[in-house]
């Protein structure tokens, strides 16, 4: 509920206290008189947007903030943990516009971005202004009021939630289903690629290592001819290396006697010799393994051929990158396979997610029929109140594909004067006729819904007499449940207010403000006989306001 509304600088307002009750709140005053500029400050606080041309005093910032108490608290719980906004039963929203046309809005002090505002105030207030009967030509409004009426909340949350993961395992389905065509296009050939490797067998560094026994297998009749004159140095030649390392060992064995410090050295000079007899020995052994095998070589050349093959056709160059590539050749193909096994397995969710959604749309569409005759009973009947006797509603439910709220399309049809032709509401209902069935249609779901704080701007638009009395009558009643604000031009409608505001504007110098007050008992009487017979009133006409506020 809005109890307080504040506003500064605004257009021709320089400082406006706005306290409103609980109930049903009517406010008047002279066209021009500045109803339209206090709508328009509400609506800034509800998320509208905002520009410098606002600020009264260029000087100064615009500043706009409402109070708002909350009775189903744990309903608006999660905006302000989501958000990280101090909860509390009093909710204070608030508006700055500076002159530079920089705009800032507050909850309770925390600064929040418009979309965000917006989120929230759409739950704490629901404004109908002359414009918004359009949203009466929308299916969407359509469908909702016959949910509201229906109480499908609960039941339209469990059919979007499985309707969105139906639809997730379908697009994911589809995903799998592509992706498997294109496997299948390069299937074939991805074998062919994975014999090719497979049959060479290649073993690890094996295409390297090739290389380097294929060089030496070529000089090999070099590398046994410099083994063997190595062994002649160290053996075999006229003075072997071994045989004068020998000798010097012999030569300088006796000086130990002499000098102790000498045997290290004939220790390391007696190594030397076993190491370079050693070393022939093993030279030795080469020259036996060492052989020109042609054949050999022939057969090494053939399998580096189709190595060097593979990796220019792969265009890589390592033994390494082509095992990797056989690798992940293996793995798509074992992919292939996977990936039927869970094709078939989305593919059974997908028809249970559908049978599921099916079930529920249908659940949704009865629920929906039943209620479309005491609708269309109600609605009619509260025409004929409103001064529509001829007025009629008819809903009809279409079968469409399923969406996110069944697979329903429901259009109320308008007939305005009993010809049993009806046609959608935009295209035969007048202004004044959109705005009484609007009202009429608020009036039903408000009391299967708790709908917000209730603003009327402007309804009466094309009514007077009774039917605008009628009006009144279920604004009244509205506001016995909830706090509702309707701005009027009718007496009819005027008199049924709890409470009267009456806005008005004073001219100081080269100044104009606009002022709000509310309205005593004998006040409202001069004002309702001024709004039914011109000022000053006449004493038919203060006797008709007495009436009428009765």
Known sequence: MLSKLEIQNYILIDHLNIDLSNDLS???????????????????ILGDRADSTVCRDPEKKCFIEGSFTLNNKEH????????????????????????????????????INLNELKQLTSQLVDLHQQFDTLTLGDTDFQRTVIDALASLQKDTTTYQSTFTTWKENEKQLNELLSEKVKFEETENYKKHLLEELS????????????????????????????????????????????????QIVNTLEPIVKWQA????????????????????SELASWQDKIDFDQNKIISIQERLSQGYSLQKKHKVQTTAALLLIKTQLEKDLEAVLNLEETIATLNKTVKEGCKKVTDLAVGLTEKRNKQIEPFTKNVNGLLHQVGM?????????????????????????????????????????????LSRLMLCIKSL??????????????????????????????????????????????????????????????????????????????ERIQHIARMIGGDPPSKSALENAKELLA
Do not use: W
């Open 389 to 433: 006797p001829n007025a009629k509603i008819k809903v009809t439910i279409e079968k469409v594909t399923f969406n996110a709220y069944g697979q329903d399309k429901i259009d109320i049809l308008f007939d305005a004067n009993n010809t049993q032709k009806f046609e959608t509401i935009r295209k035969v209902a007048s202004g004044g006729e």
């Open 261 to 280: 410090n000498f045997e290290p050295l004939l220790i390391r000079l007696k190594a030397a010799q076993i190491e370079l007899v050693d070393i022939a």
């Open 445 to 522: 779901v408000a009391k299967s819904v708790d709908l917000p704080t209730m603003i009327f701007d402007e309804i009466d638009t094309g009514i007077s007499g009774e039917p605008a009395k009628q009006v009144g009558l279920l604004l009244q009643n509205l506001g016995k449940a909830r706090q509702v604000l309707c701005i009027t031009h009718q007496p009819q409608i005027a008199a049924k207010g709890h409470t009267h505001l009456y806005v008005y504007k004073e001219q100081k110098g080269n100044t104009t403000n606009t002022f709000l007050r509310a309205l005593s008992q004998e």
């Open 76 to 111: 608006y719980k999660a905006f302000f943990d989501a958000n990280d906004i101090d909860f509390s039963d009093e909710v204070i929203i608030r508006r700055e516009i500076s002159a530079q046309g920089k705009s800032r809005a507050f909850i309770n002090d925390s600064p």
């Open 199 to 246: 049959d060479l067998n290649l073993q690890e560094n094996e295409l390297e290592q090739l290389e380097q026994e294929l060089k030496f297998l070529e000089n090999a009749v070099h590398i046994k001819s410099q083994i063997d004159h190595s062994i002649q140095i160290l053996e075999s030649s006229e003075n072997p290396m071994v045989q004068q390392l020998k």
């Open 26 to 44: 009517v406010i008047t005053g002279e066209t021009g008189a500045g109803k339209s500029i206090i709508m328009g400050a509400l609506g800034l």
